[in-house]
């Protein structure tokens, strides 16, 4: 199944350091392309796509502008509590520990721990539910944003095909500073993709920024309008087909045959089109496809 929505993380110079170190930690892992982009407003750019576990991720070294925080995590599914070491075990590396690994109310093994570049990871025994997809994004509303995890996943349930909420598990009245009925836990997904998301009131010194982002691939201009439309709320973070959401997150919003060009060998082909789309807000895929055959 093509995948439509695709994690992406941004590093100052690791990527290619951090994809060699993924790819050692998941079986049916590789590495799918690799682009040099120069001349952009970060200097030189290096793009990967990685497979993790049959599931792609983009990385990109692109400079020390934006930091990964906890309010995006991925959570890791595993089918025995030595598996759960195996993977905490390597990730705590001069990595941070968030919550040890332990026996939970939810799980009886489970950790949260962010790791040498920062990026978090919820490792947790499933017990006897099955697997069906190894690694999940989960994202943490807090702040001005908690609150609305529920209205953000029911907004972005309805922009997608094949998507749905799944169970809700609620806070009680006894969980203060969260408030009751507000969203402990809540798995969803889109595009036939699974994700999770929660509510948190504590005083969290981050939210959601640039570091971690979803691509959104679009086969045609129409698709890219409406995505475009439905999600941009915040006219500055317009940028290369970035957006930032209501709810403070960011979105990429890519032309799928942008792929291809990005693959192109002929590195005048791959400048015009560098070119092309630095100079736009939502892409274009006109204007690029006559850069490209310029």
């Known amino acids: 199944m093509k995948q439509k929505i ?99 109310p939810f799980s009886e093994k489970y950790g949260w721990v962010a790791d040498r570049y920062g990026l978090s990871w919820q490792i947790m025994y499933m ?27 029911n907004y972005y349930v309805s922009l997608f095909e094949d998507s749905e909420v799944g169970d809700i598990l609620r806070y009680g009245e006894n969980a203060a500073p969260d408030k009751p009925e507000s969203i402990r836990h809540v798995e969803f997904s889109l595009a036939k993709q699974r994700f999770a998301a929660m509510d948190s009131a504590y005083d969290h010194q981050f939210t959601f920024n640039e570091a971690i982002s979803f691509v959104v691939n679009c086969d045609n201009q129409e698709e890219i309008d409406r995505f475009w439309d439905a999600l941009s709320a915040v006219p500055e973070a317009e940028q290369c087909g970035w957006l930032k959401d209501r709810y403070g997150f960011s979105w990429q919003i890519v032309p799928t045959i942008m792929a291809e060009m990005m693959k192109d060998d002929d590195p005048e082909k791959l400048a015009k089109v560098t070119a092309a789309f630095l100079k736009m807000k939502k892409f274009d895929i006109e204007e690029l496809t006559k850069a490209w055959n310029s």
């Open 6 to 104: 695709i994690p992406h993380l941004w590093f100052d110079k690791e990527a290619e350091e951090a994809a060699v170190f993924y790819m050692s930690l998941f079986k049916e892992s590789k590495l799918k392309d690799k682009t040099i982009l120069n001349d952009t407003p970060s200097g030189t750019a290096t793009m990967l796509t990685i497979e993790l576990a049959g599931q792609d991720f983009m990385l990109i070294s692109a400079g020390p502008f934006f930091k990964f925080t906890p309010a995006v995590s991925f959570l890791i599914a595993c089918d025995s509590q030595e598996e759960v070491e195996v993977f905490w075990e390597k990730l705590i590396v001069d990595g941070e520990e968030m919550m040890p690994l332990g026996a939970y």
């Open 127 to 153: 017990g006897n539910q099955q697997i069906t997809q190894k690694i999940t994004p989960t994202l943490m509303f807090v702040g001005d944003q908690c609150g609305k995890a529920e209205e953000a996943i």
